[in-house]
């Protein structure tokens, strides 16, 4: 079992890019939850996901990003017209159905924006 | 608002000490408490979690209590060995909700 892979480990933009962040649950894990972590805290939610919706977006803000998790291949998280402060570690988290105790976080994507 | 707060920031112990990390909450809803273990470049995973109808978990070296009515937990690391040397999170989550809240982490070094 590989784990949750997200791709990719470094990501670097420069302002106003767009960033693409991939995750790829574990396997028979069809729930995906995006958090972010900034330098020196703890990791905020951002969105939860199954197969084809979003189940639960408020941690998202508001403009610039967006979410998705197609019923093939990974979830996506999107980030139009990157700004300095979203520089951050990314991190995708999957579970099985129904075992919300059963969190598997990945390596996290690194993105800095300059 | 921070959900959950987490103390001490940073941390330094001697190898075969223990390490004493505190968590205290406000939102009585909470019912499932994970602490995490995070190192260098990699994704926090669980280390262990606690529900509140015990007081005191172990699992190896490391151990969770559970005060209620207090709304704080802390995790306990007996026998501290360098490998420890990672940041910690508690978090905490309750029933029906779709995410964790965690604290602002710990980052322990552990000194031979």
């Known amino acids: 079992n590989a784990g949750v892979m997200q791709n990719p480990r470094h990501l670097v933009r420069r302002r106003g890019q767009e960033a693409r962040l991939r995750c790829s649950p574990m396997k028979g894990h069809s729930h995906v939850y995006w958090y972010r972590q900034l330098p020196e805290e703890g990791l905020k939610f951002m969105v939860y996901l199954q197969k084809e919706n979003i189940i639960d977006e408020s941690g998202m803000p508001k403009e610039r990003f967006s979410a998705e998790f197609p019923k093939e291949g990974p979830s996506i998280l999107r980030i139009q017209q990157v700004v300095r402060g979203d520089s951050a570690a990314y991190f995708c988290?999957?579970?099985?159905?129904?075992?919300?105790?059963?969190?598997?976080f990945g390596s996290g994507t690194r993105l800095t924006v300059v | 608002q921070q959900q959950v707060k987490q103390s001490p920031q940073s941390l330094i112990v001697q190898k075969g000490g223990i390490s004493i990390i505190n968590c205290a909450y406000e939102n009585t809803a909470f019912d499932y408490f994970p602490w995490y273990q995070q190192f260098p470049g990699k994704g926090p995973a669980l280390l262990i979690a606690?529900?509140?109808?015990?007081s005191e978990k172990k699992e190896g070296r490391f151990t969770i209590s559970f005060n209620k009515s207090a709304k704080q937990f802390s995790l306990h690391i007996m026998d501290s060995q360098p490998g420890d040397s990672a940041t910690y999170f508690c978090a905490a989550s309750m029933t029906g909700a779709n995410n964790l809240f965690f604290g602002t982490g710990t980052r322990l070094t552990v000194i031979p």
């Open positions: 988290a999957s579970s099985p159905p129904g075992d919300r105790y059963g969190y598997t």
């Open positions: 606690i529900r509140p109808d015990v």
